[in-house]
């Protein structure tokens, strides 16, 4: 199983970036996939996450009304649509998958079995 992020890069503040990740090795349409994000020093957090079929997500407070997250199920792809970016936004991004099918397990860092490498994201003031 792989996950592979990309999509990440430099933008200024107010900008916007799109991040992907494709999930190769079996097939992930049942199950929640999130986003998390982490930088120097600091634990993983929690940014976004989605059901196996996108009827339910969650965000941290941090990128409500900013960021969105969707899903295409036929691609096995996640995304994150980042807009309206801060200099705080600035961070590693993972991607990550949850084997649970039942509900959205949002921001439990421990329902997530697998994980992408991550894709930096640098938003400049």
């Known amino acids: 199983v792989q996950l592979q992020a990309s999509g990440g890069g430099l933008v200024q503040a107010g900008g916007s970036l799109r991040l992907s990740c494709a999930a190769s090795g079996r097939t992930f349409s049942l199950y929640t996939m999130g986003w998390f994000r982490q930088t120097p020093g600091k634990e993983r957090e929690f940014v976004a996450s989605?059901?196996?079929?996108?009827?339910?997500?969650y965000y941290a407070d941090s990128v409500k009304g900013r960021f969105t997250i969707s899903r295409d199920n036929a691609k096995n792809t996640v995304y994150l649509q980042m807009n309206s970016l801060k200099s705080e936004d600035t961070a590693v991004y993972y991607c990550?998958?949850?084997?649970?099918?039942?509900?959205?397990?949002?921001?439990?860092?421990?329902?997530?079995?697998?994980w992408g490498q991550g894709t930096q994201v640098t938003v400049s003031s």
């Open positions: 990550a998958v949850s084997l649970n099918a039942l509900h959205n397990v949002g921001g439990t860092y421990s329902k997530y079995i697998y």
């Open positions: 989605i059901s196996g079929s996108g009827g339910s997500s």
